[in-house]
C-alpha cells in the first residue's frame, strides 16, 4: 500500500467471522450440488450505497477459487461496475483469485450496454437486460459443469427503493437466487423475506467497520480512472490506444429508449408511448463528442424491428473525441486499430474527455 495515511486502528469487533462462516455454508451446498448433479448456490448480495457490497462478492469468489471452484460473478451496478465500464451489466467466470491492483481478469466477461447513470432513467430496459444476462450465463452453466456446481454470486446496486427495489425482486426471480445477504438494512431484509418465496434465504449480515461513504466526487474520480485504466492501462501494464477516423457511412449509430413524454403534452384521448426499449437512429453530431460508444457484437437490421440490439453482448468502447461534418467523418479513441469489430454503436450519456 502507498500514499498518505489518513488514520490507522485495529477495530475490536469485525464482520469477518460472518464472511467466513457464509462461505463454509456456500461450500458445503457446492460440495452437496456436485454429488447431487445440481446447481449450485446463487448467492445476490444487497444493500444501499457504500456498504461492501462488491467487496464482500470479491472476498466470495476469491474463497471459492482457492476451493477449487469456479463460480460466475455478476455485477448488476450500472453506476460502479467493478467489471466493466460503468453503463454496463456484467458477468464473468472467475478463473483465479482477484489481484488487488488489477481486479478479476477479464478475459472471459460478457458486458450487455444500458447506456444511463441510472436504473431509475429506465428501469424496464434495465430487467430486460438482467433477463439476458441470466439466460446467457445458464446457456454456460448448462455447458460447463464446473460452474453449475460452483454458483453464481450477484452484485447488485444500491438502489433499493421504488424501482430499485422492484430490480432487485426481478433479478432474485430471474437468477432463482437461494441465498441473498443483506448488508446494514434490515428494513429491506424484511421486505425482501415478505416478497419473495420462502426457499430463498434472506439473512443480514453487519457491514464493515473499514467501510467508508464516497462522495459524489469521489465516485465521477471512480468513473473516470476506470474509463482511462480501459484505453490506458496502468503504470505498470500501459496500453498504448488508437486514434481513428470513421466516415459517417461506415458505421450505424442507435440510442436505446428515450423519455416518455408527459400526458399533459399530448392530444385529447391519447396516451404517450412506451419507448423504455426502442432503438432510434442517433446521427454523428458534435453532441457526441466526449460520449462513449459501445462497440455492439449484433448485426445491423434493416426495417423497424431492431430489438436483437438490446439483448446483445458487446464487444467494447470507444469515445468519440471529434466531429467533422463537412468531411463526414468522426474520430475516436478506441483499444485496437481498424476494423472494428461490428458496424453497430450504441450510445451512452457516460462522458470521458481524454486529456491523455
Not at 452437496?32 to 444487497?46: I, L, N, S, Y
Not at 456498504?51 to 464482500?56: M, N, R, S
Not at 485504466?229 to 459517417?248: A, R, V, W
Not at 423519455?259 to 437512429?281: C, V, W
Amino acid at each position: 500500500m502507498s500514499g498518505n495515511l489518513e488514520d490507522a486502528y485495529v477495530a475490536s469487533e469485525t464482520p469477518m467471522v460472518y464472511y467466513v462462516n457464509i462461505h463454509t455454508a456456500l461450500e458445503q451446498l457446492r460440495v452437496k450440488a456436485e454429488e447431487t448433479k445440481t446447481a449450485g448456490p446463487r448467492v445476490m448480495v444487497v444493500g444501499p450505497d457504500d456498504v461492501g457490497k462488491t467487496t464482500l462478492c470479491r472476498m466470495l469468489c476469491n474463497w471459492a477459487v482457492r476451493s477449487g471452484h469456479l463460480p460466475i460473478y455478476v455485477d448488476l451496478d450500472v453506476n460502479q461496475n467493478s467489471i466493466s465500464l460503468p453503463g454496463t451489466i456484467s458477468a464473468l467466470a472467475v478463473e483465479r483469485t482477484s489481484l488487488v491492483d488489477e481486479g478479476f481478469s477479464v478475459d472471459s466477461q460478457i458486458s450487455y450496454h444500458f447506456g444511463l447513470k441510472s436504473i431509475n432513467d429506465n428501469p424496464v430496459l434495465y430487467r430486460k437486460l438482467i433477463t439476458a444476462l441470466r439466460d446467457t450465463i445458464s446457456l454456460r452453466s448448462e455447458q460447463i459443469m464446473a460452474s453449475l456446481y460452483s454458483g453464481v454470486i450477484i452484485n447488485t446496486s444500491g438502489s433499493v427503493k421504488d424501482e430499485g427495489y422492484k430490480s432487485l425482486v426481478h433479478t432474485a426471480e430471474e437468477f432463482e437466487v437461494s441465498i441473498i445477504l443483506v448488508l446494514d438494512q434490515e428494513r429491506l431484509r424484511v421486505e425482501l423475506k415478505r416478497d419473495l418465496p420462502d426457499y430463498i434465504k434472506v439473512l443480514s449480515l453487519p457491514k464493515s467497520g473499514g467501510v467508508v461513504l464516497k462522495s459524489q466526487d469521489t465516485r465521477t474520480q471512480n468513473k473516470n480512472l476506470k474509463i482511462h485504466e480501459y484505453f490506458y492501462g496502468t503504470s505498470q501494464k500501459p496500453l498504448y490506444p488508437h486514434s481513428i477516423e470513421i466516415s459517417f457511412n461506415e458505421v450505424n449509430i442507435y440510442k436505446i429508449g428515450a423519455p416518455q413524454l408527459p400526458d399533459h403534452l399530448l392530444p385529447m384521448g391519447m396516451k404517450s408511448e412506451d419507448n423504455s426499449t426502442k432503438i432510434f437512429a442517433q446521427p454523428p453530431t458534435s453532441q457526441l463528442i466526449n460520449h462513449l460508444l459501445a462497440v455492439s457484437y449484433a448485426d445491423d437490421v434493416d426495417g423497424d424491428d431492431k430489438s436483437s440490439i438490446i439483448e446483445t453482448n458487446i464487444a467494447g468502447f470507444l469515445v468519440v473525441t471529434k466531429v467533422d461534418q463537412e468531411k463526414g467523418t468522426f474520430t475516436v479513441l478506441s483499444p485496437q486499430p481498424k476494423p472494428l469489430p461490428s458496424n453497430v454503436l450504441l450510445v451512452s450519456e457516460i462522458q470521458f474527455v481524454d486529456l491523455k
